[in-house]
């Protein structure tokens, strides 16, 4: 752990033990030492080691995979909020048909949020149905951005877990 080591709010190319600059760490007091990042404390050693199963940098691209994904989704949230707004949208929104398909949608989902939060699971993780028709929708029927935003993006990131081949580590 030498080479690797530095303390908590360190600077990894200034504070490594290993490194050859006028203040060398002499003066450096460790306070404790941790393996777990959410017991750190200020002057603490923590040393990132690989985990019994899997080491967390596996993780990352499926992360910033869901993170880019959602972000898109959002997006598609926000033009399904705007819908009505847009005066040709909004008339068909308001004609007979459509109107008693977005009362039926908006009466299943109220009063069970379940049922919404596992629709929108389905559709950001497995892709059925599709995520980007689902985000309209969800942002048209008003669906909370609070609920929206994390259960997209934790379908996303399972989904690309399994897409690159990492749900197995």
């Not at 009362?103 to 299943?108: A, G, S």
Request: charged share 20%; glycine share 12%.
């Amino acid at each position: 752990l030498a080479g690797a080591a530095y303390p908590v709010g360190g600077h990894p190319d200034r504070d490594r033990p290993d490194r050859d600059h006028p203040d060398d760490g002499a003066g450096l007091t460790v306070a404790g030492v941790s393996l777990d990042s959410r017991a750190v404390r200020p002057g603490d050693l923590y040393a990132a080691l690989p985990g019994a199963r899997a080491h967390g940098a596996d993780f990352v691209p499926a992360a910033v995979a869901a993170v880019g994904q959602t972000i898109g989704k959002v997006a598609w949230f926000e033009l399904g909020a705007s819908l009505g707004r847009v005066p040709w949208i909004g008339k068909k929104l308001a004609s007979d048909r459509w109107r008693v398909h977005r009362e039926r949608w908006m009466d299943r989902l109220a009063g069970r949020p379940w049922l919404t939060a596992l629709v929108l699971l389905a559709s950001s993780s497995v892709g059925l149905p599709p995520l980007a028709l689902m985000s309209v929708v969800a942002g048209n029927l008003k669906v909370p951005r609070v609920v929206f935003i994390p259960i997209c993006l934790v379908g996303r990131f399972a989904r690309f877990l399994v897409t690159l081949g990492a749900a197995d580590l």
